[in-house]
T-cell receptor, first 114, second 116 residues
């Protein structure tokens, strides 16, 4: 079945450590996105990528980094520079250059700093 | 920039009650509009969408009509069930699907709880 897979579902990190969240899709989508969800704040865009080896900052990119070496994969690294990393992280993908298409979401990764 | 405003929540209803969740937007041109639903501990699922003015999206008894004149996309359901308890997000996608405009802009979401 086609879809988006995020792993792990739950992740615990000690303060000062970097951690990488995985996102893989087999929908053959060009565009991929990372959103952060906090209670009462909706979804905020961290980074997005329209094509392999290219990505752009979203609204809250500080303290995060990404790579897009393969079309299927868009990992997100939460660095120690992110001051408040505890949140629910959602990865999504969609067709690029196609009007009116929706985004498909993974099941999310809940990151907790301990 | 583009923005989406949803009514404040949470909303609590009894089973079989009528549901309306308000959503208004600010955007240039003719964006596409979406409603997503999120069940506890899960990602977002597309509930319905509309891509031009006066279009009505519908799915699982939910409906929303794209109103250009009022820049609104209110979600309605005639008779809610306990299983409809979830968080609902309104979103838009800019009308020019190139570069930065391909991303979705979301409202803050609203939690719906339906009592038996």
């Amino acid at each position: 079945d086609g879809g988006i897979t995020q792993s792990p579902k739950y992740l615990f990190r000690k303060e000062g450590q970097n951690v990488t969240l995985s996102c893989e899709q087999n929908l053959n989508h060009d565009a991929m996105y990372w959103y952060r969800q906090d209670p009462g704040q909706g979804l905020r865009l961290i980074y997005y990528s329209q094509i392999v080896n290219d990505f752009q900052k979203g609204d809250i990119a500080e303290g995060y980094s990404v790579s897009r070496e393969k079309k299927e994969s868009f990992p997100l690294t939460v660095t120690s520079a992110q001051k408040n990393p505890t949140a629910f992280y959602l990865c999504a993908s969609s067709w690029a250059g196609v009007m009116n298409t929706e985004a498909f979401f993974g099941q999310g990764t809940r990151l907790t700093v301990v | 920039g583009d923005s989406v405003t949803q009514m404040e929540g949470p909303v609590t209803l009894s089973e079989e009650a009528f549901l309306t969740i308000n959503c208004t937007y600010t955007a240039t041109g003719y964006p596409s509009l979406f409603w997503y639903v999120q069940y506890p501990g899960e990602g977002l699922q597309l509930l319905l969408k509309a891509t031009k003015a006066d279009d009505k999206g519908s799915n699982k008894g939910f409906e929303a009509t794209y109103r250009k004149e009022t820049t609104s996309f209110h979600l309605e359901k005639g008779s809610v069930q306990v299983s409809d308890s979830a968080v609902y997000f309104c979103a838009l996608k800019a009308s020019l699907d190139t570069g930065a405009n391909s991303k979705l802009t979301f409202g803050k979401g609203i939690t719906l709880s339906v009592r038996p």
